[in-house]
């Protein structure tokens, strides 16, 4: 299959889709407890959805993981959870960010059309950046953040920028969309804001039309400061 290319798949069924892009921080800096403890949460946040009793999360919620580190690669194509195991990450390299975020804004885009052509329903799309470093020096944060609000502004997706000890809370106040800025994680509860994720996305996947959202109070953010 050619890059978001899904003319070839067809729909395993016909509840209304809710993608959510996981795009995550696998460069150097991630080594070691990081990295580990960000591997737990993933799988644990997968049984979690694919062995819990929410049939309806399980037949709506699709899930796509694109990482980056020197580069960038879609490690996981959307799919439903009971579709796929939870891949593995490990470190590579430096922080292409901005280029691992466009990468998933594009993966949004072409599944709303595969949703389109296939006559299914969907949410609005989520795009969650999960970083622990500063973006290298040759990515262009200003127009990522002009995109992201645009974006974000038309409609088109939900963007959550979570930070990981050490990573650059004012490049994430940057391109963080509108109304909703960026998160800092305490410690590495990866678990905690995962099992936060599945709770909310299930709740997102059985709304009713026109129904107001209330996620849960999240037990996994520090409070932050931007000088």
Same mark, same amino acid.
């Given at each position: 299959?050619?890059?978001?290319?899904?003319?070839?798949?067809?729909?395993?069924?016909?509840?209304?889709?809710?993608?959510?892009?996981?795009?995550?921080?696998?460069?150097?800096?991630?080594?070691?407890?990081?990295?580990?403890?960000?591997?737990?949460?993933?799988?644990?946040?997968?049984? @979690? =959805? +694919?062995? !819990?009793?929410? $049939?309806?999360?399980?037949?709506? &919620?699709?899930?796509?993981?694109?990482?980056?580190?020197? *580069?960038?690669?879609?490690?996981?194509?959307?799919?439903?959870?009971?579709?796929?195991?939870?891949?593995?990450?490990?470190?590579?390299?430096?922080?292409?960010?901005?280029?691992?975020?466009?990468?998933?804004?594009?993966?949004?885009?072409?599944?709303?059309?595969?949703?389109?052509?296939?006559?299914?329903?969907?949410?609005?799309?989520?795009?969650?950046?999960?970083?622990?470093?500063?973006?290298?020096?040759?990515?262009?944060?200003?127009?990522?953040?002009? @995109? =992201? +609000?645009? !974006?974000?502004? $038309?409609?088109?997706?939900?963007? &959550?920028?979570?930070?990981?000890?050490?990573?650059?809370? *004012?490049?994430?106040?940057?391109?963080?969309?509108?109304?909703?800025?960026?998160?800092?994680?305490?410690?590495?509860?990866?678990?905690?804001?995962?099992?936060?994720?599945?709770?909310?996305?299930?709740?997102?996947?059985?709304?009713?039309?026109?129904?107001?959202?209330?996620?849960?109070?999240?037990?996994?953010?520090?409070?932050?400061?931007?000088?």
């Amino acid at each position: 299959m050619a890059f978001n290319d899904f003319t070839a798949e067809s729909p395993e069924n016909f509840e209304q889709k809710c993608l959510c892009v996981l795009t995550l921080d696998v460069s150097g800096s991630m080594a070691g407890n990081p990295i580990s403890q960000l591997n737990a949460g993933l799988l644990s946040f997968h049984t @979690e =959805i +694919k062995d !819990g009793d929410d $049939e309806v999360l399980r037949d709506r &919620l699709e899930l796509s993981i694109i990482e980056f580190g020197s *580069k960038v690669q879609c490690i996981q194509e959307p799919a439903l959870v009971d579709n796929f195991d939870m891949p593995k990450l490990s470190v590579k390299g430096t922080t292409k960010m901005v280029d691992g975020v466009r990468a998933a804004i594009e993966k949004v885009e072409a599944r709303k059309e595969w949703y389109k052509s296939t006559e299914q329903p969907y949410y609005r799309p989520w795009i969650i950046l999960i970083t622990d470093g500063a973006p290298d020096d040759d990515q262009d944060v200003a127009a990522l953040a002009e @995109e =992201i +609000k645009n !974006g974000a502004t $038309e409609k088109k997706f939900v963007f &959550l920028a979570v930070g990981v000890k050490g990573a650059d809370m *004012k490049t994430l106040s940057k391109i963080a969309q509108p109304g909703m800025p960026p998160t800092k994680l305490q410690g590495f509860k990866f678990s905690h804001f995962f099992r936060w994720l599945s709770n909310s996305m299930g709740t997102i996947t059985n709304k009713q039309k026109g129904e107001k959202v209330a996620f849960e109070k999240p037990d996994w953010m520090e409070e932050f400061t931007i000088d």
